[in-house]
């Protein structure tokens, strides 16, 4: 065995330049596979992230019926011992406690569907980056206390500026409509101009006032030190608050968890049909071999190379080709991904399309452990497979044929 | 004693329409300790006759004894350990395996039948002694002379210890020193260690050193003489 291993490491050294173009194919081919994944999936991370960080935060509390119709009678369920929970817990990092309206925004010159986000705005500052994405005049200021800060696609649609008044009409606890008159002192574009058209934030101290009391609460977004064990304290808040509505970041914008489980699944596909491809490429290259080689194989079987010896050494053959490209492609993969990981890509020639999806000009490649080594695995059982097919042929070859052909 | 009895040895060979009896009839006996040259004329039917007696080609009709075995019974696998263990095959060109130096080329054979590592090197060297070529042990095909080559391809037939080594023409692509050299080694182990050699050729020179000649014509044995 250890013997017919070396003569077909051996034989794969022995047209070089061959044995060169097929690795070098193969390590293009994962390379290019693996640097588009990471490229698609640090897109999609993107993406999530800048939703989770302008709108989603890692988890949210509202009472069971709020998100129905966003009903400003649904407040938390037990507020003073939920927000002593999470001051307590260990895995958050920070939270915010906010009033949500749902209401209508208008101007003198046309009115739109908006969401108030009532909140301390000091503290907001560690759950959302609106505060860092604003456009227009600031993210609060001072001490007057009916500022409002509003998206840019909102303030298109109702063609506000800064200092000039916007006002809310919204559907209060006794069922009848009230109107609030605020004024813009930012405007801010989060890079989802879906979200931008539809949201603007006030002061909680100020809506305290209107409603004349503090405990008004229907959303509770919170920060995690870490986003790994978010589901883990979702679990552990579902336990101590069965009477709140908990969501992961994916269970209140499905569409984005969604969106992240199709991508591992599309990831997957696309690298099997790279290397599907680059494994009938191996296919026909040792196929070649063999068929130049009948002569010598015949000799081989004639000298007492049994079939299965000979099944072997050419399955070797094939093996070793990936046993050398695979983890020069990976490693080199990891090399490119990690640097652009580091300085990123400039995306500017393409910004203005990805933008409304929420995406950056600047796209820093990334790619999960878990892929580099499913990949891994996968490209050696198909160069396994490939290399039944050479191995195969040879065994078909007769002693006394091959040894006449030339 | 024969080591070799073939009885009624025909092969036909169907090219479409047109059949070719490369063996028509042959019943031949080889003793231990032969020289023996088959000759004819190209598409005699030599190299069918060398491959039958080893093998590598089953006959269309007929059996090939060997030690009172009838080779052409056994099974595909059967028959390749038969090989590695009872017969050498000297052939033409591409004997020799490239990526082996001479050295571990004539071990291979015996790693195959499971000799110890000692062993090996041992006769190895012995054997690349015999065939005059202990300075070019570490050399690899590509590196030695056709004439080295054939004389490592007798050294690797010999290292399995086989009962008889079929060559089929060894000398047709060597010059005449080459040619003479080889023939001296293989004279040499005929004599002083008894190994029966039969092979083809149509080298007169060949010829004259062979002990035994069996001339083939359409596959049928047109003389046999003792010289
Ligand atoms: N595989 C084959 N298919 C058909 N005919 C063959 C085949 N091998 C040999 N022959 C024919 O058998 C005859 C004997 O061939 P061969 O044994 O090679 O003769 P020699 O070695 O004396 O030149 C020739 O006529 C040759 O054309
Ligand atoms: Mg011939």
């Known amino acids: ?406 | 004693m024969n080591v070799i009895e073939t009885k009624n040895l025909k092969k036909i060979y169907s090219q479409g329409e047109i059949k070719v009896n490369a063996l028509n009839d042959v019943s031949i006996n080889f003793k231990q300790g032969e020289f023996t040259a088959i000759v004819g004329p190209s598409g005699s039917g030599k190299t069918t006759f060398l491959n039958t007696l080893g093998g590598l080609d089953k006959p269309t009709f007929g059996n090939v004894m060997i030690d009172n075995l009838d080779i052409t019974k056994l099974k595909a696998n059967k028959i390749i350990d038969f090989r590695l263990r009872n017969i050498g095959f000297v052939f033409q060109s591409y004997n020799l395996i490239p990526v082996l130096t001479a050295k571990e080329n004539i071990e291979f054979i015996m790693l195959m039948q499971g000799y110890s590592k000692e062993k090996r090197n041992k006769r190895a060297l012995e054997l690349l002694d015999a065939v005059g070529l202990s300075k070019e042990s570490k050399r690899r095909p590509g590196q030695l002379s056709g004439g080295q080559q054939q004389r490592v391809a007798v050294a690797r037939a010999l290292a399995s210890k086989p009962k008889f080594i079929l060559a089929d023409e060894p000398t047709a692509n060597l010059d005449s020193s080459s040619t003479k050299n080889l023939l001296d080694i293989m004279y040499d182990l005929n004599r002083k260690e008894k190994m029966t050699f039969i092979f083809s050729t149509h080298d007169q020179r060949v010829i004259d050193r062979a002990k035994r000649v069996i001339t083939l014509e359409d596959g049928k044995i047109l003389s046999d003489k003792i010289t």
């Open chain 1, 1 to 406: 065995m250890r013997q017919i291993i070396k003569i077909a490491w051996r034989n794969v050294w022995r047209n070089k330049l061959r044995s060169f173009i097929v690795i070098a194919s193969m390590i293009l081919g994962l390379w290019s596979g693996l640097f588009s994944a990471s490229m698609m999936s640090a897109l999609n991370n993107q993406r999530i992230n800048s939703a989770i960080k302008s709108q989603l935060s890692h988890l949210q509390i509202h009472h069971p019926s709020f998100q129905d119709n966003y009903d400003i009678k649904y407040q938390i369920n037990s507020l003073n011992e939920v927000l002593e929970a999470l001051d307590e817990n260990k895995k958050v990092a920070s939270y915010s406690s906010r009033i949500v309206l749902s209401g209508m925004a208008s101007t003198a010159r046309g009115a739109t569907g908006v969401k108030l986000i009532g909140a301390d705005h000091i503290n907001e500052k560690n759950i959302t980056d609106i505060h860092s994405h604003i456009v227009k005049g600031t993210y609060f200021s001072g001490s007057t206390s009916r500022q409002a800060v509003i998206g840019q696609e909102l303030a298109e649609k109702l063609k506000l500026d800064i200092k000039k008044s916007i006002y809310l009409t919204f559907v209060n606890e006794n069922g009848l409509q009230e109107r609030l008159k605020l004024k813009v002192v930012g405007i801010f574009k989060s890079g989802n101009s879906m979200f931008d058209g539809s949201h603007m934030f006030a002061k909680k101290d100020y809506l305290d006032k209107i409603f004349g009391k503090k405990d008004i609460i229907h959303e509770v977004a919170l920060v995690s030190n870490d986003i790994n064990q978010v589901k883990e304290l979702k679990d552990e808040l579902l336990v101590a608050f069965p009477d709140n509505e908990i969501e992961l970041w994916s269970e209140i914008s499905p569409e984005l968890g969604y969106a992240n489980e199709m991508l591992s699944f599309f990831l997957y596909i696309f690298m099997t049909i790279i290397l599907i491809a680059l494994s009938f490429g191996i296919i026909n290259t040792m196929l070649m071999a063999v068929l130049e080689r009948k002569r010598e194989l015949g000799v081989l079987m004639s000298v007492g190379l049994n079939k299965s010896k000979i099944f072997l050494m050419i399955a070797f053959e094939t093996l070793f080709i990936s046993i050398v490209s695979v983890p020069l492609g990976v490693l080199i993969s990891y090399i490119t991904i990690s640097y652009f990981g580091d300085v990123g890509i400039d995306l500017s020639i393409v910004e203005e399309g990805l933008e409304q999806f929420g995406m950056g000009a600047r796209l820093y490649t990334e790619l999960y452990l878990d892929y580099y080594i499913n990949i891994t695995l996968l490209t050696f059982l198909l160069t396994f497979i490939s290399s039944l097919f050479p191995a195969r042929r040879a065994l078909k070859l007769e002693p006394a044929v091959a040894v006449r052909s030339i």
